[in-house]
């Protein structure tokens, strides 16, 4: 006698389970587990986006209804499996809103080009500055009037870590 294997209507039917949905099995770190199940229990982490607009100048009246709910993450993160956040120190890039303690998000898939932000190694060291790169020339340059360009020679090797598409500063 046959045992195991795939039974015809054996199971819940598809789409019945507190998910409304097919559901797949994973294999997850069980150190994730109850972090997993929270999110997948609570569709996402989501937090109310009202309708109205508040007014940066006078005072305006506004709706006090939400029209949405957001997840941060849809809209800060673009491709999660190469973006990774780092701390800032010091104050070379405060004429660009970045100070220090604030949290950078950075995309590592994301064409370093001219005049974009970048996390740099620099002598083994990282760096977060202003790409400029024209006429065969490469400097990673300050946003604050006290601190000095960094000048690339054509002999040395620029690593860029990635680009930053997202500052997370608190008030």
């Given at each position: 006698?046959?045992?195991?294997?795939?039974?015809?209507?054996?199971?819940?039917?598809?789409?019945?389970?507190?998910?409304?949905?097919?559901?797949?099995?994973?294999?997850?770190?069980e150190s994730m587990v109850e972090r997993i199940l929270e999110y997948a229990h609570s569709g996402g982490f989501k937090i109310p986006l009202y309708g109205g607009k508040v007014a940066a100048?006078?005072?305006?009246?506004?709706?006090?209804?939400?029209?949405?709910?957001?997840?941060?993450?849809?809209?800060?993160?673009?491709?999660?499996?190469?973006?990774?956040?780092?701390?800032?120190?010091?104050?070379?890039?405060?004429?660009?809103?970045?100070?220090?303690?604030?949290?950078?998000?950075?995309?590592?898939?994301?064409?370093?080009?001219?005049?974009?932000?970048?996390?740099?190694?620099?002598?083994?060291?990282?760096?977060?500055?202003?790409?400029?790169?024209?006429?065969?020339?490469?400097?990673?340059?300050?946003?604050?009037?006290?601190?000095?360009?960094?000048?690339?020679?054509?002999?040395?090797?620029?690593?860029?870590?990635?680009?930053?598409?997202?500052?997370?500063?608190?008030?």
């Amino acid at each position: 006698m046959a045992r195991g294997g795939k039974r015809t209507g054996a199971g819940r039917p598809k789409g019945t389970g507190k998910f409304s949905e097919s559901t797949k099995a994973i294999r997850v770190p069980e150190s994730m587990v109850e972090r997993i199940l929270e999110y997948a229990h609570s569709g996402g982490f989501k937090i109310p986006l009202y309708g109205g607009k508040v007014a940066a100048g006078c005072p305006a009246p506004t709706d006090d209804y939400i029209e949405d709910q957001i997840d941060l993450a849809e809209h800060l993160i673009h491709n999660p499996t190469s973006t990774f956040f780092v701390r800032v120190t010091g104050f070379s890039m405060i004429d660009a809103a970045i100070h220090p303690d604030d949290i950078l998000i950075v995309d590592r898939s994301m064409e370093a080009r001219h005049g974009k932000i970048v996390i740099a190694a620099v002598e083994g060291e990282l760096t977060v500055k202003r790409l400029y790169k024209k006429e065969g020339l490469v400097r990673l340059m300050p946003e604050n009037d006290d601190f000095e360009p960094i000048d690339i020679a054509p002999d040395e090797t620029l690593h860029i870590w990635g680009v930053v598409t997202n500052v997370i500063h608190s008030l």
